[in-house]
């Protein structure tokens, strides 16, 4: 039976945890959340100002939800994909894109600088079709556009009829040793950081905040707000997320022989390119990691650990990966786990600032957080500087998605939403309830 912890997380080479906040404590910057965006956070606050004291806590674990349970892609797109981009935001895309390969160089150079071992490798994406309706979205004739002979060269699955490789705007990680490698970093260059320890009060207080947690009081000139999916103490983000679970599969390790017969490059992540997508990369240790495909909302926005061991979910993942790599008949899988992340209507990260500019935050990523958390994290300090900037001059930045509506009409929308979603990759056709959410700027994404 395989085990439901986390690959990334199942390793002796995961660190202690950190004792908890106790006491009080005086800061410039207090970081609340210990996934991505507040680790980079805290690092990017001590590299742009040395000697700014930094404190970051933790509810529970660095790493233990989404940062540490997702496939590993760092990807440059900070809109999640072009289309997503190009749809919202026609005029800036250009210097979008342009962003987002510079922020994934400099995670790049943040990896070597630091000298963190988190198996960071650049091969790119490879994006298949596997229904004749999606090649011509892989825009057939264009460079980097595979067909059906050649993405079999590269990778080689049965299921495949063209591709698209793009080189250079993805990085495959160990998504847990880099979090725990930017968390040593943090700390290297001077930043606090506590685990095990729940904040329960955030109030502005004069020229600052004053933040409250099981064990602690902590007075802050500024806050980051970087909890991802989980409730915080801001009442305007209540509707502005949706708590989505993504499921994974990791096989046993192949064997040499086993690699060579589908040709894969370990360094290249693969996506399909249906609404209810899979993602799929081979792990550090040669393992194929296999998730995507299900995205499950539970009614009332429900975070409950009950809901990661869905058996249901599973059996499909482990079809779909006998369709497409018959070859590995009778591989095991070893690992299988479920994450949370947070979703929002135009599925990629949105800002904000409170307390009178003391407090900012950023969430919604829709699982494309790794690599634009970063970024994310510059944008959240800019916005605490308080001076207008190259990243919080952009409309994507200055502008917040629509909410999603309370219950019941939550969950009937997105379960709609799966279902025409599910249609669409099954026709090719468009329904005119997906139509109605593209003129209104809404939507849902697996």
């Known amino acids: ?59 529970d674990r660095i790493a233990e939800h989404a940062t540490g349970r997702n496939g590993g892609f760092c990807e440059a797109s900070l809109t999640h994909g072009e289309s997503n981009g190009r749809t919202r935001w026609p005029d800036e895309y250009d210097a979008l894109h342009e962003l987002g390969l510079r922020n994934l160089d400099a995670i790049e150079e943040t990896v070597a600088r630091y000298g963190i071992d988190c198996g960071f490798v650049r091969g790119g994406s490879l994006a298949v079709a596997t229904r004749p309706h999606e090649v011509e979205h892989l825009e057939p004739g264009t460079p980097g556009f595979l067909d059906e002979a050649a993405v079999r060269a590269l990778v080689d699955s049965p299921t495949y009829l063209a591709g698209r490789h793009t080189p250079d705007e993805c990085a495959l990680v160990d998504p847990a040793r880099l979090a725990w490698g930017l968390a040593g970093a943090a700390e290297r260059q001077g930043a606090v950081l506590a685990e095990g320890t729940r904040l329960l009060a955030l109030e502005r207080s004069g020229r600052g905040v ?39 599969l990791a096989t046993e390790p192949l064997t040499e022989e086993q690699l060579a017969e589908i040709r894969w490059d370990p360094a290249v992540g693969i996506s399909d390119s249906g609404n209810q997508f899979h993602y799929y990369r081979v792990t550090p ?15 009332g926005r429900s975070i409950d650990p009950a809901h990661e061991d869905r058996a249901a979910t599973y059996d499909v993942l482990e079809r779909n990966f006998a369709a497409t790599f018959p070859q590995l008949a009778g591989i095991r899988f070893t690992h299988r786990w479920a994450g949370v992340i947070d979703t929002c209507t135009r599925f990629c990260a949105f800002f904000g600032t409170a307390h009178r500019g003391r407090t900012a935050y950023a969430a919604g990523f829709t699982g494309l957080g790794v690599g634009a958390s970063r970024f994310a994290a510059d944008v959240l300090l800019d916005l605490l ?21 309370p219950e019941p009409l939550a969950w009937v ?21 997906l139509r109605l959410l593209d003129r209104l700027g809404l939507g849902f994404d697996s």
């Open 385 to 405: 500087d308080g001076r207008p900037t190259e990243r919080t001059r952009l409309r994507m930045v200055r502008r917040r998605p629509l909410p999603f509506p």
């Open 210 to 248: 004053v933040a409250t947690t099981e064990g602690a009081t902590v007075r802050a000139r500024h806050v980051v707000l970087a909890t991802n999916v989980f409730p915080g103490p801001l009442r305007r983000l209540r509707y502005a997320t949706v708590p989505v679970y993504d499921y994974v």
């Open 413 to 433: 929308g997105i379960n709609l939403t799966r279902w025409a979603l599910a249609r669409e990759d099954r026709t090719g056709r468009r329904h005119p309830w």
């Open 1 to 59: 039976m395989p085990t439901t912890l986390p690959l990334w997380l199942d390793t002796s080479l995961r660190p202690a945890a950190r004792p908890p906040l106790a006491g009080e404590h005086e800061v410039d910057l207090l970081v609340v959340g210990g996934g991505f965006t507040g680790l980079w956070t805290a690092l990017r606050a001590v590299e742009r100002n040395p000697g700014t004291r930094v404190l970051l806590v933790e509810a």
């Open 285 to 299: 240790d040669r393992r194929i990691l296999w998730g995507g495909y299900d995205a499950i909302y539970h009614y």
